[in-house]
């Protein structure tokens, strides 16, 4: 039945006119008209809305406040850290997509597909967001310094991609070793002079806390998730308990634990910092949903592959690592994807243990003497808003092209 | 081919033999009492009803399943339930499940380099000279670097085929490896398995290719009701088969 509809619609390449378009498409019946009527003039009046807020709005607080924004209570003095480790960061991102690059290249020749090579507009076209809101950020700039480090990112990360893409095969094969030591190095410039995690703030802060907390609950859960499936009853019950003990409490109470209870249970010296209590309750909460997420893909793995595996004489922990988790973590990318999108956003709770985040810093600034109470959040809010809607925007649609690229749902 | 296959018989050293085999599946019992040896470089095809039991008996030659009571002998090692001895066991048996079960992440070449690296400890270009040698013998080397999803139903299984010979086996199992197949595809993957019996590979083969059973079998064994009911030689059963429930399943099946 597909075949002989394929064969009477041949599809044929008319050019309409806007206007002919328009009447087609848009105007076709009287409810499709109906709906572009409403629909038409909900965006015109969305789109005048937001025109005349950005004309009547006063951006001042934003301007006067971005490093608070961005790095919350960072010692003002000592700023090239945060500013340094973003070039590292970019350079480091340049790095592996370069290498990334390199290896599905190589890949793809080897199996003689073809290997199409990622286009500069392509790259704009997919990180819009992220480049738009540097270029919202750039707009609020009252300083040169965000250019010079928005400048020196970028060459970091065309420099980075270069040589991610250029270096030879058997450098590439460690390029993971070569990441990591650009995250330590990161971490050391932002670290020195004694400044720990516990005095950074703003949006640093949250993507500090989501990019830990994603590493370090990701192992914890992928371990709750095997020892739920473990042959031993023990191991079985502790991981079970867990997850659905963390799973029945709210993120919010954790956290509030983090802060005040954990006081309670260690002494004075060892107590740490509220930054790594929030953390460890994040990793904590977070590491039960990854658990479950990675459940279902444990779940999606058939049954014949662990036999398979099995008949060849590999060891139950290699048909673990080398057969089911490869296909399990596959199939839980749009899952754990989800899930990371939704710790981004929930970072912003750590306001309620006090700590500065972003929205903690719209808060701060919403109480200067110079704005409070003029209604400024209508400015703040929509720019922590917007950080986190590309954020969020960029990491889906991201996952949705690994997910295609790996083939997630096809077998 | 024959002469070949009495050869063979002649040596009679028994490389598996199964002693009073049970297998329960809780209650109900999926083997009863099996006593079976297979020799060395023999071809014994395993045919019967669905449900009779042929899958569980040679899942339990390579302990996918456990069986509950008899005997188990592969290549002079008892089957136990050391992990140690299962592991020797499952090096020295290949298996071809219907499904073909290739590793979908993996391509043809890493799903048959994976097992000789990782257990064998072959060194990657070893292991990838001998891939491609299992390869032709399957005649797919030009599918190396592809992902099973990329191959036809025939060609996945003759790489399953090669995944398992590359871990050089003594004793090569198959669970009906045509019956998920395309009638066009049956045949390359039967001449494959055909050559292998020529070239001495001890087989037990579940199917019901009656012309594969009658062109390289030694020997046929008919199972119902998790019972071996039947041993013959192809020819028997195609002329003069004993038992009804034996006629009853031959006129079903030719
Ligand atoms: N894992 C299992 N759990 C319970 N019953 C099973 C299981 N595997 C097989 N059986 C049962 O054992 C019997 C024999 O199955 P099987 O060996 O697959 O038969 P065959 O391969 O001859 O079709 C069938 O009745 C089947 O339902
Ligand atoms: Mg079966």
Known sequence: MAELTETRSIP??????????????????????????????????????????????????????????????????????????????????????????????????????????????????????????????????????????????????????????????????????????????????????????????????????????????????????????????????????????????????????GIFALGFFLPQQLRPGDVTRVLVAIVLFEAAYVAEVVRGGLQAVPRGQVEAAQALGLSPWKTTRLIVLPQALRATIPAMVGQFISLFKDTTLVVVVGLIDILGASQAANSQPEFLAQGLHEVTLPFVGLAFWVGSYTMSREARRLEKRLGVGER | MTVFADATKAKGEPIIELEGVDKFFGSFQALKDINMKVGRQEVVVVIGPSGSGKSTLIRCINRLEKHDRGRIVVDGVELSDDVKNIQEIRREVGMVFQQFNLFPHLTVLDNITLAPREVRRMPRKEAEELAMRMLERVKIPEQAHKYPGQLSGGQQQRVAIARALAMQPKVMLFDEPTSALDPEMIKEVLDVMVELAESGMTMIVVTHEMGFARAVADRVVFMADGQIVEVGTPEHFFTDPQEERTKLFLSQIL
């Open chain 1, 12 to 257: 044929v390449a008319v050019r309409l006119r806007p206007v002919e378009w328009a009447r087609r498409h848009l105007f076709g019946t009287w409810y499709d008209a109906a709906l572009t009527v409403v629909f038409g003039g909900l965006f015109v009046y969305g789109a005048v809305w937001l025109i005349g807020f950005l004309i009547r709005s006063d951006f001042e607080i934003l301007r006067v406040n971005l490093a608070l924004f961005m790095v919350g209570a960072y010692p003002r003095a000592e700023l090239w850290r945060p500013a340094a480790a973003t070039v590292i960061v970019a350079a480091l991102i340049g790095y592996v997509a370069g290498s990334a690059s390199a290896a599905a290249q190589a890949r793809a020749e080897e199996a003689g597909l073809p290997f199409h090579r990622a286009r500069p507009k392509e790259v704009v076209a997919r990180f819009w967001p992220v480049l738009a809101f540097i270029g919202v950020v750039l707009l609020l700039t009252s300083t040169p310094t965000p250019w010079l480090v928005v400048v020196s990112a970028l060459i970091a990360g065309v420099v980075g991609y270069l040589a991610g893409r250029g270096q030879p095969a058997p450098v590439r094969r460690f390029a993971w070793v070569w990441s990591v030591g650009l995250v330590v190095v990161a971490y050391l410039v932002l670290t020195g002079s004694g400044i720990g995690w516990d005095r950074w703030g703003g949006f640093h802060l949250n993507l500090f806390l989501t990019v830990a907390g994603i590493g370090l609950a990701f192992p914890f859960g992928l371990i709750l998730a095997l020892g739920r499936r473990s042959s031993l009853p023990a191991v079985r019950a502790v991981s079970i308990t867990y997850i659905e003990f963390i799973r029945g409490v709210p993120l919010i109470t954790l956290l509030l634990m």
